[in-house]
């Protein structure tokens, strides 16, 4: 794949995601750019399913690195995101040096156990030590509490760890840092201050089509574009869930399975689960958007 | 510069951007020092010369929400065509005003408009926007208000966004509402800059209007603003009980999930793992006054509270002018906003003669009909602006019901500067509530769920 050097524009960026089968909006190209000049995190924005963590890794396989993900969810805590002594380990030559008989004193015993030897290496440890540089995603950091986001600070702005016991680890490469929020709560202000903000929409019509013919190529065109306008039909409901990018190359790659060549009533209907999956959003899509597919496409039906 | 703000202010583009940057801050965007330092290492590695870079490098850079987004796109639109302006008056640069209006067949004008808007082309709109302002100016018809001018030019044009424009004889009259929209600002700058020039001077920088921000006034304004009101909020009180639940630990200790901790560690439970706190789902009986004082305010905030029910155990709303009358059904059979209104306006039988709302009547009515319903763990939320029209409060049937119910709230559309200001007998009101909140900005609504759904203390 592509070499690891810095890109040199904005457009470079953006070709080489395209290289990977990303599309990138204008702004997500221009932040993936600042972000590697600036060395700043990206605090990516949006609703579910317009491909914020993709852009993470779109951003790993354009420049080569590896990626490093650190999945948040409620009760994540330093254990599992930054390192953790290895207590069995620990307990482990502890007793090996009492049978051994050879009694090197405590002080001894505490030097080796508190090494690096003995320290289990979590995500952000992993993305800080790293040789190489790498592509680091924190994912969905809204999910996690204040105070998880206040211990990523010194991490997200200084790229070191401090380990009471062993002093501080500071980052070997600059690692391209990623965060993704569905905007569940207001992160803090502190965090924001240390990243670049790029909000993700649902893409329009015609970007969503590249998409999706980019994915399914051998999908028809006008089949494709038929789809993709269904699909902002839908989301223009007021859904549960409304359908992500990804469902709609689900449905593109379901409409090739099944042989369509038309969206019709009938189609629509036997496949919408792909794309709706709630109980109350299928009755709702089966009323007000299956009825408008009868016999046509709807941008021939006047005046729905 | 002739600007008076600028006397004495440094040159140059650092000093133009300190100074939009100022303008954000005063806005309540909040900037660091570190954020501006960014944007000036973010602007050195993207091309100066191309306005999208430029904006989106800015933005990236100082605006960290949505909400913020918002307030600098508005801005910055603001800003640099005044700093233009200012700048173009300074070295008195005077530009050729479009001549040739005067002959201008409006049809064929309308025509390519039309194209230039679905085109999206914008150096075409905004050729065409002064051609419509030359021609307009032609026919006499200026009001000398830039925004009534922009929607009479709008109309002479025969321009509507599509929707709900019945179909015209000729041709179908698809405008999406955005690109409406652009070329409205195309034609407002337009305008803008004919003023100036004529004057001489630039208009005096005003804050942006509060109502910008504030909770949309009537349904038809701006649904799409309703609609991401509504969205969000709904994201974040769905989450809300699981963003509490690290902070605040329940005192009753989990014994399985902490010896199952222990294994870690040998079987010494080193750490307690605690039960989880469970979020608090109360059981909501909402009273809407829905009288033309409130009434857009109020079905916005039902529907709302409505798209959120999951979050509740039991909701059950009401709807009040002079009578009361229940209307939770029509929110659960509509989603949409504006047909809500509708069907809440023509089946809601709330109006008796006057229209004017009776408070009094409609406590001793709720007191009758719900009341044996309340209990400790309802919760009773008022949205009115307790304007009386003269009438009796009756307060004491309301203490009643606050007292039978667990939580009583009230919500008052208007700013708490105008209560008890006129007929509206708040005071009479307020001591008998849990909390009294203004509300008319989608801020306020989203602290008050908070408040209710058990986030959040309630302010005093």
Redo the contacts between chains.
């Keep these: 794949v592509a070499e690891t050097a810095t890109p040199n524009s904005?457009a470079d960026v953006k070709a080489r995601l395209e290289e990977v089968g990303y599309l990138a909006g204008?702004?997500a190209a221009?932040?993936s750019?600042?972000a590697q000049?600036?060395g700043?995190p990206i605090?990516v924005?949006g609703?579910a399913g317009v491909g914020k963590t993709e852009l993470a890794k779109a951003l790993s396989r354009a420049t080569g690195r590896r990626l490093v993900r650190l999945q948040c969810y409620?009760?994540l805590d330093e254990a599992k995101a930054l390192y953790e002594w290895n207590?069995?380990k620990q307990?482990l030559r502890i007793q090996a040096e009492s049978t051994e008989g050879a009694d090197g004193g405590w002080e001894q015993a505490r030097g080796d156990i508190f090494s690096e030897e003995f320290l289990l290496t979590r995500p952000l440890m992993d993305a800080i030590t790293s040789e190489e540089p790498v592509v680091l995603l924190i994912d969905e950091i809204?999910?996690?509490?204040?105070?998880?986001e206040a211990m990523l600070l010194e991490v997200l702005s200084d790229f070191q760890i401090s380990i009471p016991e062993l002093g501080v680890i500071e980052a070997r490469t600059r690692p391209v840092v990623a965060l993704t929020s569905?905007?569940?709560?207001?992160l803090t202000?502190a965090l924001?201050?240390?990243?670049?903000?790029?909000?993700l929409d649902y893409p329009d019509v015609d970007r969503e089509l590249e998409i999706v013919r980019l994915h399914t190529p051998e999908l028809d065109e006008d089949l494709a574009r038929r789809l993709v306008e269904v699909i902002h039909m839908v989301r223009s409901?007021?859904l549960k869930k409304p359908p992500s990018i990804a469902e709609s190359i689900d449905w593109a790659r379901t409409l090739l399975l099944i042989g369509a060549e038309d969206i019709d009533r009938e189609t629509f209907e036997s496949s919408m689960n792909i794309i709706v999956k709630h109980r109350s959003d299928i009755d709702?899509v089966a009323e007000r958007v299956a009825v408008k597919l009868e016999g046509g496409s709807p941008a021939e039906t006047?005046?729905s | 510069m002739a600007a008076p703000e600028a006397t004495g202010a440094p040159k140059g583009t650092a000093a133009q951007l300190l100074r939009f940057f100022e303008e954000l801050r005063s806005e309540g965007v909040?900037i660091?020092t570190?954020?501006i330092l960014?944007s000036f290492?973010?602007l050195d590695?993207?091309a100066w010369t191309d306005p999208?870079?430029f904006r989106?490098?800015l933005?990236?850079?100082v605006?960290?929400?949505?909400e913020d987004?918002r307030v600098f796109d508005l801005l910055f639109d603001r800003h640099f065509f005044r700093a233009a302006e200012a700048e173009a008056l300074d070295r008195t640069l005077q530009e050729e005003r479009f001549g040739g209006g005067e002959n201008l067949d409006l049809d064929e004008l309308r025509r390519s408009v039309m194209d230039a808007i679905s085109d999206g082309s914008d150096g075409e709109m905004r050729d065409l926007a002064r051609l419509a302002i030359a021609a307009f100016g032609q026919r006499g018809e200026r009001s000398g208000v830039i925004g009534v001018d922009v929607q009479r030019i709008r109309r002479s044009l025969g321009l509507q966004a599509g929707g709900r424009g019945e179909?015209s004889d000729d041709e179908p009259l698809t405008l999406d509402r955005e690109s409406l929209k652009q070329f409205e600002g195309h034609l407002r700058r337009e305008l803008e800059r004919a003023m100036i020039e004529r004057s001489g001077k630039l208009p005096p920088a005003r804050p942006l209007a509060e109502l910008d921000r504030a909770l949309p006034t009537s349904p038809a304004q701006d649904l799409a603003a309703v609609?991401r009101a509504v969205?969000?909020l709904k994201?974040?009180i769905?989450?809300l009980g699981?963003?509490q639940?690290?902070?605040q630990r329940s005192p009753i200790v989990d014994v399985r999930r902490t010896m199952r901790a222990s294994l870690?560690?040998?079987g010494v439970p080193l750490r307690l793992k605690h039960r989880p706190r469970r979020p608090r789902r109360p059981e909501i009986y909402v009273l809407c006054d829905v009288s033309t004082s409130v009434s857009s305010a109020s079905v916005f905030f039902l529907s709302v509270l409505h798209?959120l029910h999951d979050s509740f155990r039991k909701l059950r709303s009401f709807v009040f002018i002079e009578r009361i009358s229940e209307v939770t059904e029509v929110f659960e059979h509509e989603?949409?906003f504006r047909r809500i209104s509708e069907r809440i306006s023509s089946e809601g039988g709330v109006a008796d003669v006057s229209g004017y709302t009776d408070y009094g009547r409609v406590w001793l009515e709720f007191l009758g009909e719900i009341a044996d319903e309340l209990g400790p763990r309802s919760t009773v939320i008022v949205l009115g602006d307790a304007r009386t029209n003269g009438r009796e409060p009756h307060a004491d049937v309301f203490g009643h019901v606050a007292e039978r119910a667990g939580r009583t709230f009230w919500l008052n559309p208007e700013p708490r500067l105008y209560w008890n200001y006129g007929d509206s007998v708040m005071a009479a009101y307020e001591p008998y509530c849990d909390g009294a909140f203004e509300c008319w900005t989608t801020k306020h609504l989203e602290n008050f769920v908070n408040v209710v759904a058990g986030g959040l203390p309630a302010p005093a």
């Design positions: 904005v204008e702004s221009l932040v750019y600042l000049q600036l700043k605090l924005e609703p409620e009760g207590y069995r307990l809204d999910k996690t509490d204040q105070e998880f569905n905007n569940s709560r207001e202000e924001k201050r240390r990243c670049l903000y790029l909000w409901l007021d709702l006047p005046g | 909040a660091g570190s954020e960014d290492s973010a590695e993207v999208r870079d989106e490098a933005a990236a850079t605006a960290k929400s949505q987004r179909p609609h969205t969000q994201r974040r769905a989450t699981h963003e639940r690290g902070r870690e560690t040998g798209a989603r949409d």
